[in-house]
């Protein structure tokens, strides 16, 4: 799946660490991640990309917690 994270660098910050996260719990693999790259004028925002793979689904780790 490929991911664009787009916004303030405070918040692109929090969910990569938010995806980092997930990615240590085994939920999802970062395949690739960008640099941050700023927007053209004077935005104060920035992207990132992303590819990231599932590596088990939402429902397996809900029903592991039944």
Known sequence: MKIR?????????????????????GVIEILQQSEAYADRGTS????????ISIKRGIDEKEQSNI
């Not at 916004?7 to 996260?21: N, R, Y």
């Not at 104060?44 to 590819?51: F, G, H, I, S, T």
């Open 5 to 25: 994270l787009h916004g303030v660098s405070e918040e692109i910050s929090k969910f990569t660490k938010l995806f980092k996260a997930l990615e240590e719990s």
């Open 44 to 51: 104060k925002y920035c992207r990132v990309y992303m590819d």
